[in-house]
């Protein structure tokens, strides 16, 4: 069984597979806090669900693409939360390759990824410190990626970004697979549910970190989260 928060159909946001369609599988639960989070009600809401119930989900999503012939689309995502708190979730993410879905995993970095299906593209975030979580970054798993994960930073601030660069480069995370940039969306939980950012880090602005990356010829993918650029950036199920 499964804790699962919601399945819906959209477009990726995120990753070198931004603009396709992706059944996205919100699991429940997160071990971190960071202070820019935007699915804090994946927290500790969700219901329990089987495997088969999940799958089955999935594939009536999937069924318009099948049935057009196209095997490749839609793209399917787990995520959370962090799904891999969940044990089932190993399972789950073998079922889905198995059944010959391109397969992404969003975690945030803080797990082992060594057991996940190889199939699986993981998707693996660094966490800066403005996040409050740098402290948690689990560095083993650098060692586990294949040219067909990501990596990702999540840059809020100046000193987030020249923490990230330092870090790309001391690393040399280009020559491990593709890195992704994201820019944080400003959030509006409030209520102590996260971390804080640090009183001396400065904001950083979308254009600002755009033309940082392109100034310091930094080897990465800079992205915006779509689904907010599309759908008001607080909905749900997009």
Same mark, same amino acid.
């Given at each position: 069984m499964l804790l699962v928060n919601e399945i819906f159909l959209s477009l990726q946001g995120e990753s070198t597979f931004a603009g396709l369609p992706c059944v996205f599988v919100r699991l429940t639960g997160c071990n971190l806090r960071c202070s820019y989070c935007d699915t804090a009600y994946a927290f500790d809401e969700g219901k329990r669900m089987s495997l088969t119930e999940v799958v089955d989900h999935v594939e009536s999503f999937a069924k318009p693409?099948?049935?057009?012939?196209? *095997?490749? *689309?839609? %793209?399917? !995502? %787990?995520?959370?939360? !962090?799904? *891999?708190?969940q044990k089932e979730s190993f399972s789950l993410l073998s079922r889905l390759c198995d059944l010959k879905f391109t397969v992404l995993l969003e975690t945030n970095g803080a797990m082992d990824i060594s057991a996940v299906d190889p199939r699986v593209r993981r998707i693996v975030d660094i966490k800066c410190p403005s996040s409050g979580e740098a402290e948690r970054n689990r560095w083993e798993n650098l060692s586990f990626l294949k040219n067909t994960d990501e990596v990702k930073f999540v840059i809020g601030t100046c000193e987030d970004y020249e923490w990230a660069k330092n870090i790309i480069g001391s690393r040399r995370l280009a020559s491990l697979c593709p890195i992704l940039v994201s820019w944080v969306y400003p959030t509006k939980i409030t209520g102590g549910k996260l971390k804080p950012i640090p009183r001396e880090h400065r904001l950083i602005e979308k254009r600002e970190l755009a033309e940082k990356i392109v100034a310091d010829a930094l080897p990465v993918r800079f992205q915006l989260q779509l689904h907010k650029y599309i759908w008001p950036p607080d909905q749900r199920g997009v």
């Open positions: 693409y099948r049935n057009g012939g196209d *095997l490749t *689309l839609p %793209l399917v !995502e %787990l995520t959370g939360g !962090e799904p *891999l708190l």
